[in-house]
């Protein structure tokens, strides 16, 4: 189901790493995400409720800044 918050995500299991791509063109990294929460936000049917409740304020995270060429 598409998001009105979120465009899309990948997840990288050996880094432990989530970057998340929000529709407003932020992006951001959350470290130390365990495999289990990166599979339930895949599945989740509101990824932007999965997102508040679960990820955003539970792991530390940075900006990445996107630089236009």
Avoid: W
């Amino acid at each position: 189901m598409p998001s009105s918050v979120i465009k899309d995500f990948e997840y990288e299991p050996e880094l432990a790493r989530l970057t998340v791509n929000f529709v407003t063109g932020r992006v951001y990294q959350y470290f130390m995400v365990p495999p289990d929460v990166a599979a339930s936000f895949h599945g989740a049917l509101s990824k932007g409720t999965y997102f508040n409740s679960r990820i955003r304020d539970h792991f530390s995270c940075r900006e990445v800044v996107v630089l236009d060429s």
